[in-house]
């Protein structure tokens, strides 16, 4: 896992691959974080887990729901991104355990970005774990180790693990944003998310000031 950043604000985002508003938070968060000390934990969310069918591009729902607010959303942030044709959608747990693989490797925020814009902007497979290794090698990651851990579930139990949690903070949807005690639902604007880490900050500093002890001062 990467290294906690000294005096750095701890913020988990849950979200799922396949969720287009993930994505489309991914500017935002960059814009609210920047030039503060942050460290990001992507956390997995699967909306629709196996055996529960996912979605299919060819039904009403998905075309409708993008039309009325993905697509509007997308052109505002001036983010391309385009509703899948892959059909069924996939399920994501196999990509979450990839990720869990990333993460242990100091490249988890880079593969979920990877994942993204596999799935919403080159309309790749991400059920796929041929897909997955070709992915995670072109973030560096060891092509052969990466597979076998997929190929062996390895980091199934840590995938678990992480849904657990997901499941303790409640979470129903998703982009959802923990920060200190924020909690942000959906696409983040950006002032309110960096106001949130400013607030942690802040009590962060409260929390643990300078102080006398049993040991002297």
Same mark, same amino acid.
Request: a negative charge; aromatic letters at 8%; charged letters at 20%.
């Given at each position: 896992?990467?290294?906690?950043?000294?005096?750095?604000?701890?913020?988990?985002?849950?979200?799922?691959?396949?969720?287009?508003?993930?994505?489309?938070?991914?500017?935002?968060?960059?814009?609210?974080?920047?030039?503060?000390?942050?460290?990001?934990?992507?956390?997995?969310?699967?909306?629709?887990?196996?055996?529960?069918? @996912?979605?299919?591009?060819?039904?009403?729902?998905?075309?409708?729901?993008?039309? %009325?607010?993905?697509?509007?959303?997308?052109?505002?942030?001036?983010?391309?991104?385009?509703?899948?044709?892959?059909?069924?959608?996939?399920?994501?747990?196999?990509?979450?355990?990839?990720?869990?693989?990333?993460?242990?490797?100091?490249?988890?925020?880079?593969?979920?970005?990877?994942?993204?814009?596999?799935?919403?902007?080159?309309?790749?497979?991400?059920?796929?774990?041929?897909?997955?290794?070709?992915?995670? @090698?072109?973030?560096?990651?060891?092509?052969?180790?990466? %597979?076998?851990?997929?190929?062996?579930?390895?980091?199934?139990?840590?995938?678990?693990?992480?849904?657990?949690?997901?499941?303790?903070?409640?979470?129903?949807?998703?982009?959802?944003?923990?920060?200190?005690?924020?909690?942000?639902?959906?696409?983040?604007?950006?002032?309110?998310?960096?106001?949130?880490?400013?607030?942690?900050?802040?009590?962060?500093?409260?929390?643990?000031?300078?102080?006398?002890?049993?040991?002297?001062?």
């Amino acid at each position: 896992m990467t290294e906690p950043t000294l005096g750095a604000v701890k913020i988990k985002i849950f979200s799922d691959y396949v969720c287009p508003f993930c994505m489309l938070a991914e500017g935002p968060i960059e814009e609210a974080t920047k030039d503060l000390p942050v460290d990001i934990e992507w956390m997995p969310f699967e909306l629709r887990a196996h055996p529960h069918p @996912t979605l299919r591009p060819e039904d009403d729902y998905l075309p409708a729901i993008w039309a %009325r607010a993905v697509y509007p959303m997308a052109r505002q942030l001036g983010v391309d991104i385009t509703l899948p044709t892959v059909s069924p959608q996939p399920y994501t747990h196999l990509a979450f355990e990839g990720y869990q693989y990333a993460a242990a490797h100091n490249l988890g925020t880079e593969y979920t970005h990877r994942m993204f814009k596999a799935f919403f902007q080159e309309d790749q497979d991400l059920g796929n774990p041929d897909v997955l290794e070709t992915l995670a @090698t072109e973030i560096g990651l060891n092509a052969p180790a990466f %597979r076998e851990a997929l190929d062996n579930r390895t980091y199934r139990t840590k995938h678990q693990e992480a849904l657990r949690e997901a499941e303790s903070h409640q979470i129903r949807s998703v982009p959802t944003i923990l920060v200190g005690s924020t909690r942000l639902e959906g696409v983040p604007d950006p002032t309110h998310l960096r106001q949130a880490i400013l607030n942690t900050q802040a009590e962060t500093a409260i929390t643990h000031g300078t102080a006398c002890s049993l040991d002297g001062c």
